[in-house]
C-alpha cells in the first residue's frame, strides 16, 4: 500500500501524478508527521488547519495530519469518496518575505526591566511566514503609567535614567536575539535576503528620549546596538517634539527633533513618527529626505480626544514622502483579522497601495490585539487576498516597508 508523508487532497480525481489542479483554493496540501497509508476510498484526517500566504503555492493547508479512527466500515461503504488522494510531491514553499514594522515580541519589554522570560519569537515567525521585524526597545517607560485610562507621563526622568533604561534593553535584545538565532539587519541587502526560514529582527526603538537631547548618542545606538529605525516620540513629550496623546508643548517638532531627522538620514536610520502630532508629522515631512515610517495607527475621520488613530491628511503626508503607515490591530478598532484587514483597505483608500504596511505592536499592546501571534499571519493574508491581488497583498506584508528600509539605509 503507497504511504505519503506530504500530499495533496483534490476535489477531483487526478488521472495521473502530473495531474495538478491550476487552481490553488480547490486543493488541500497535507503535511503528516508520519507516512499517511494511502488506500482506496474515504480517508479523515485530523491536524491543524492552516491558511498559506504564500502566493506561489497552496492556499489550504492541513499540519500534523494523522488518520482520524472511529469511522465505520459501513460508514466507509456508504460514503462516496469525497477526496481522491494521490501522493504529488507537493510544490516547494517559497520562503515568506513580510515584514513586522512595529513589535515588541519575545517580552522584550519585561524582560528590560527583568522580569519573565523570553517567548518564542522565532519559531512563529517561521510558521507564520515573516521575514523581519522592527522589534522595539521602550525608551521612556521607566516613566510610564496607565492614567485615566490612558498612558501618560508619571514624572519627569532623572538624568541618566532613560539613558540607562535603554541600553539594558538593547542588551537584551541582543541577547533574544542570540537565543533565537536570529541574525540583526543593519544593510539594505540584509533586508534584501531576509526570508521567514531565517527569521530576522530590525533593532528599532519606539521613543528617542535615550537620547537626553545628545545627538552623539544616535551613533552609540547605530555602532553598539545595530540601531536601523528610530521611533521620534512615544508617550511622552520629549525632547523631540509633541504627542498625539498629551497636550502640546513645542508646537510640533523641535529643532534637536529636525537635527535628528538630517542625522537620521545621513546615517540610514529609518525615521518613525508615530506617536507624533499631526504638526510634528508636517514638520518632520518638510525636512527629511528620505521617506517617513508611521509604524502604528489607523485611519478615523471622527477621532476622539487623545486618540493614536489619524485623519486623512495626516496620512497623506506620510504617502507624499514615499513612506508607510502600518495599521495597527487593536480589538477596539478591528474585532477580528477581517475587520483588521478592512482597515488596511481604508488606509489603501486614502494613502495608495505602495503606502501601507503590517504594524501589530506585538505584546506593547494594553488591550487585545486581531493578530495574536506571527503564526496567524496566514489568515490575516487570506483576508487581505479577498480585496487585493496577491502582488497588492505582498506589498501590504512587506513589500512597501523594505522599499522605504531600502531608501533610507541606501
Ligand atoms: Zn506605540
Ligand atoms: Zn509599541
Redesign the pocket.
Known sequence: MPTADHLLLMAEPGCCAGCVPANRLAVVEVFADQPLKLGIGQLRLTGTWRVSSDPDGWRYQLHGAEVKRGLSRRALMAASPLFCLPAIPAMAQADGTAVDI?S?AGNLIPMSFGRGSFAAVAEPMRQGGVSAICL?V?SDSPIIKLTDGRLRPSRDPRPGELYDHTMRSFEKLHALAGAQGMPLLKTSADLRGARSGTPSIIVSS?GADFLEGRIERLNEAYQRWALRHLQLTHYRPNELGDIQTEPSVHGGLTAFGVEVIRRCNQMGIVVDVAHGTYELVKKAASVTTKPLVLS?TSLTDRPVAWTRRILPDHARAIAATGGVIGIWPVTAYFPNVVAYADGFARMVDVAGIDHVGLGT?LL?LVGASALVNYNDLPQLAAALRSKFSPEETAKLLGGNYRRVFQASLG
Open positions: 512595529h515588541h522595539a521602550v519606539e502604528h505592536d506593547g
